[in-house]
């Protein structure tokens, strides 16, 4: 007999714990691009899993969300992605979440005396978001991090049923 599920996972709380340590070790390495795929796919799933299987109730629930609409857009494109603007379609209202995406290596500091030794720059990812879900979220940017937490932190409330 052919179970269903990937190997033990088989509910959306099952792999919201893959989301969760996806997240863990993304803040350990968050420049690393491997990760950050892993981990947007395994997020952009979850309305499938929630709503068992039906695409078109994910569909919806993804409409619905801006953090979901950010998350699906980056975790289909990604194997097209490039870390600009895309160009706009005369007569067409904004259709992508994510307007720019952006690295930044960022100093940071050995200590309260920075003069002595810089710790090695790190990579970071920034989005730019386009102008729907930035009213929506609050905030026209947030680094590739903030994004994360806010999906773990969605997924949290949403499976305790209070999404």
Request: hydrophobic share 40%; with cysteine.
């Amino acid at each position: 007999m052919i179970d269903s599920g990937v190997f033990q996972m088989k509910t959306a709380r099952q792999l919201f714990g893959k989301l969760l340590s996806d997240y863990k070790r993304l803040q350990g390495a968050p420049a690393n691009s491997e990760l950050w795929f892993n981990f947007l796919v395994t997020a952009d799933h979850l309305p499938e899993w929630q709503l068992g299987g039906d695409e078109d109730a994910a569909r919806e629930l993804r409409k619905k969300h801006a953090l979901l609409r950010v998350c699906h857009y980056l975790a289909v494109n990604a194997k097209h992605f490039k870390a600009r603007e895309p160009k706009p379609k005369a007569g067409l209202v904004e259709l992508y979440p994510v307007a720019r995406t952006t690295e930044v290596y960022i100093d940071r500091l050995n200590g309260p005396d920075p003069s002595p030794q810089r710790a090695q720059a790190q990579l970071e990812f920034y989005l730019e978001l386009s102008m729907l879900e930035a009213t929506e979220l609050g905030v026209t940017e947030l680094s590739a991090l903030d994004l994360a937490g806010r999906l773990v932190d969605f997924w949290r409330e949403y499976l305790a049923g209070r999404g």
